[in-house]
């Protein structure tokens, strides 16, 4: 299976504070994506970065992609309440998508 | 545009019950897929259709069917419903790839299943 891990599985944080989550794939990959999940809801895209981009700015977000390590990070700079969510990786083969198991993110206000 | 919608947001089933969960897009995209999201595993793909007329299996189809019954709409079958398939289903959209960009998906609201 392509299915990536998130890491950590649970991340607790101050309003205010930057929040670092990571991502790590098994095969090569052509980009990688990131979306966000509020609870009981869908998910919406994030951010996309590709295969031959190390580093992504949008906004308040920063995305690394190390592929020679077969990881990524997201970074979620002065976050916000509204930052609670679960955040999952993405990569794709094609048409299919293979997300991993996700970092539950609480800022605490 | 309403993106994305699901029908139903709740179903409680008793074992071997059969029922279909609706999907509809209205952003004239080609691909759609079916997913399963469970406690710790993430989403799983169940079915995709990169197009309309075509359907093909993914991670976990047994137990599942699929219809692509035009562009807009692609339901998910369970015949004989079973414990294992409580979970909550996602369907997702996207665009005909045509460059950067068209590898985003984009997700309804979900639907909850419970299979007694």
């Known amino acids: 299976s392509q299915q990536g891990e998130e890491d950590p ?27 966000r999940q509020n609870s009981g809801r869908g998910l919406v895209h994030l951010i996309l970065i590709r295969s031959n ?5 949008s906004g308040r977000l920063r995305v690394t992609l190390d592929t020679s390590k077969k990881s990524s990070s997201l970074l979620i700079t002065a976050s916000r309440a509204a930052d609670t ?20 993110l609480t800022v605490i206000p | 545009n309403a993106g994305v919608t699901q ?13 279909t ?50 562009k807009r709409e692609f339901s998910l079958r369970l015949e004989s419903a079973a414990p ?7 369907c997702a959209s996207r665009p005909r790839r045509v460059g950067v960009g068209t590898d985003t998906q984009y997700f309804g609201p979900g639907t909850r299943l419970t299979v007694l």
């Open chain 2, 84 to 90: 294992s398939q409580t979970s909550v289903y996602f």
């Open chain 1, 85 to 104: 969510a679960s955040y999952f990786c993405a990569t794709n083969t094609g048409n299919q998508f293979y997300f991993g198991t996700g970092t539950s």
């Open chain 2, 21 to 70: 969960l609706q999907c509809a897009q209205d952003m004239n995209h080609n691909s759609m897929y079916w997913y399963r999201q469970d406690p710790g595993m993430g989403l799983r793909l169940i079915y995709y259709s990169a197009s309309e007329g075509t359907t093909d299996k993914g991670e976990v189809p047994n137990g599942y069917n699929v219809s692509r019954l035009n």
């Open chain 1, 9 to 35: 599985q649970a991340l607790s944080i101050q309003e205010g504070e930057n929040a670092t989550m990571n991502c790590s794939y098994k095969t090569s990959i052509n980009n990688l994506q990131w979306y």
């Open chain 1, 53 to 57: 981009e190390r580093e992504k700015h």
């Open chain 2, 7 to 19: 029908t139903p947001k709740f179903q409680v089933l008793k074992t071997g019950q059969s029922m």
